[in-house]
């Protein structure tokens, strides 16, 4: 029996998600920069300059956000694409597509990785599956929600790669199908996790593309049809990853790992030499060690190794992805690229060392813990409201409820101001409204609300 195999030709359609035709291929700006473009000057992705990296509401200019972090991601992705291309288009003879382009493709998903997280970074999306096991708004919900139970477990495990699929093929101009529209192929490559949240992966199972999923069961259409114009293999609950996703899961982790370190040397919380002695193991290069020893200046010697290190894993990553190839277009290869480096060993200790100095930091804990009260109580506020709406009526409305229904854009409620006729839809939509505030906003406007503080003082 033949393997079922994913095609090249066929991954890199410039097909875009909602449309019948396929894009042409232009020299000047093919369909992935195109990609590239409408992310960079969404309202969705600006909102990533205010959403945590490494801490909350930092008081540095000189900390990372979200936004840095995403652009600094797109960044390795593109250096990735473009070299895993190179041999892609002439191993395969691909005559309409550049290495430029794949390079493109995996910067556009980069660019996009982050867009679903809710504010306070990873802490929120907890805050978030907290807040719907256990207030007491959302227990009224779950009976309802239950009978499907994909619906009841996009929230119980709500998740910010679901989410982000959802702005990009939804809530960005959402007057037509497939949102934003973006090519298969970028959308294909955003998906790490490309599969639903029910049911879960079950016990023992290491697969890194299960770990989490990446779509809401109000958008498996929208993914089925990213699967099927790609070519995608079906397996589990959804789908094997497209290839590209590897690249983009391997960019991700070099700036969320290589780079917050070089952050907690700026804040303190990472000795100089500690840092450099971490980065020196996974250069593991005395010439470029002894070059780095020239340079005097504390901050711009960490800048310099850590520029290294990030070479010298895009091309251990490199040479990785094309070892695991067919496997990977089989379906078969299912683990981090950078877990099978030469450096897999001084990623790891820095992995620890970050885990324990930088993201257990009290300051940055204390902020995450309050963000469980911030987004719980919105969370409370406004879905009360909502279903108080759907229940009774606007003429029925507490005094309460109506002054806090027109703080709620239109969409976040529904057209008309009216809610949907299902607690799933209604839900998401409100979950779509706070996940997509900034943490100054999301503070600011819980304070009001709770009478903390008043507009004006």
Known sequence: MLRAMM??????????????REERFEPQRSPFQRDYDRIVFSSAFRRLQDKTQV????????????????????????????AVGAHIV????????????????????????????????????DAIRYWFENSKVAKKLHAELK??????????????NAQGFRILARLQMPDRRGGFQLTCVTLGAFAKYPGRSFPKREVGDQRASTKKFSFFEAEAD???????????????????RHPLAFLVEAADDICYRLVDFEDGVRLGLIGFQEACDAYGEVIDNPRLMGNAGQIHGEQERIEFLRAVAIGKVIEQVEAVFLAQE???????????????TAAAGPWEAIVRRSATRLYAHPRGLEIEAAGYEVIGGLLDLFVEAVE?????????????WRNLLPLVPEAFI?????????????????????????????????????????PGQ
């Open 388 to 400: 108080a709406l759907a229940a009774e009526g606007k003429k029925d409305l507490s005094p309460r």
């Open 7 to 20: 095609q090249w030709e066929k991954l890199l359609s410039p097909a875009r998600l909602g449309q019948a």
């Open 147 to 160: 009978q499907n139970p994909a619906h009841f477990h996009d929230f119980e495990r709500f998740e910010g």
């Open 55 to 82: 801490f909350p509401l930092a008081q540095s200019d000189y900390v990372r956000t979200r936004l840095t972090h995403s652009l600094e991601a797109s960044c390795v992705g593109r250096s990735l694409g473009t």
């Open 414 to 454: 529904g057209p008309g101001r009216i809610p949907a006729p299902d607690a799933y839809t209604r839900l998401l939509r409100i979950c779509d409204y706070v996940s997509g505030m900034t943490d100054s906003f999301a503070v600011s406007l819980y304070k009001k609300l709770r009478g903390i503080s008043l």
């Open 90 to 125: 002439e191993h395969y003879r691909l005559s309409r597509v550049h290495s430029s382009d794949i390079g493109a493709a995996v910067a556009a998903a980069c660019l996009a990785h982050d867009i679903g997280n809710p504010p306070f970074g990873h802490s929120g999306e």
């Open 222 to 240: 929208l993914f089925a049809e990213v699967a099927d114009r790609t070519g995608l293999i079906p397996g589990g609950s959804g789908w094997r």
């Open 326 to 340: 067919e496997a990977i277009l089989a379906g078969e290869f299912d683990r981090s690229l950078i877990g099978c």
